[in-house]
């Protein structure tokens, strides 16, 4: 079962930054928080990861708390290609485990 | 950019069929999984894969399903007995040995069960 609470749909206009909460209160030392989106039906695409520090890449921003029971993706300008169901994972450091999606946020980006 | 290669793209198959679907990881990769899709639900995990044997798998992945490596670079996932339950998305993934590191994931095989 996931191990993220994520609400089930947010609305964002374009060029407005989305900031997409997740819950993992009962995240464990050695867990990686991972955001995911899948647009339609196409495989997922990574966005990014993190652990406790705040991460940025040219997709998105990762802010997690300090108690690390909370984090948000944040895409600084969304456009209408952000439209998807974006999905916050957490994920044991070993590496192969799989990855295991829950329900995540479906994000509807409007002009 | 490497990407994972999935074939075919759709497959229709009658009920009680076998079906093969393909799957390219991206090179160098060690761990590949299959998850699937059924529509308007959440993606599945089904099984893992690494240094040819599996190395996990979920109660999905029962006996109707194998996967192999037969080569150095195609990873298959078979359904021996297909039933109208397994038409879904079924999507491919690889990741690189490297702890931490993102899985990529294939662009799906729409399989469809008549």
């Known amino acids: 079962d996931a191990k993220t609470t994520q609400p089930t749909s947010m609305d964002c206009a374009e060029g407005r930054a989305a900031n997409l909460p997740c819950n993992h209160s009962t995240i464990s030392g050695n867990e990686y928080v991972y955001w995911y989106r899948q647009i339609h039906s196409q495989g997922p695409q990574y966005i990014i990861h993190g652990l406790k520090n705040n991460e940025t890449n040219e997709m998105a921003s990762l802010i997690i708390t300090e108690d690390r029971k909370s984090s948000t993706l944040i895409l600084p300008h969304a456009t209408l290609r952000d439209t998807a169901v974006y999905y916050c994972i957490v994920r044991p450091n070993q590496a192969g485990t799989a990855l295991i999606f829950g329900k995540g946020t479906t994000l509807s980006v409007s002009s | 950019e490497p990407e994972v290669t999935q074939t075919p793209s759709h497959q229709v198959t009658q009920m009680g069929q076998e079906v093969i679907l393909r799957c390219v990881p991206i090179?160098?990769?060690?761990?590949f999984y299959w998850y699937r899709q059924i529509l308007g639900q959440k993606v599945e995990f089904l099984v893992s894969?690494?240094?040819?044997?599996?190395?996990?798998k979920s109660e999905i992945f029962d006996d109707q399903f194998s996967v192999e490596r037969p080569d150095g670079s195609n990873f298959t996932l078979k359904i021996r007995s297909t039933k109208l339950e397994d038409s879904a998305m079924y999507f491919c993934?690889?990741?690189?040995?490297?702890?931490?590191?993102?899985?990529?994931f294939g662009q799906g095989t729409r399989l469809t069960v008549v």
């Open positions: 894969f690494y240094n040819n044997e599996i190395s996990e």
């Open positions: 993934a690889s990741r690189a040995g490297i702890q931490n590191t993102e899985a990529f």
């Open positions: 090179s160098n990769h060690l761990y």
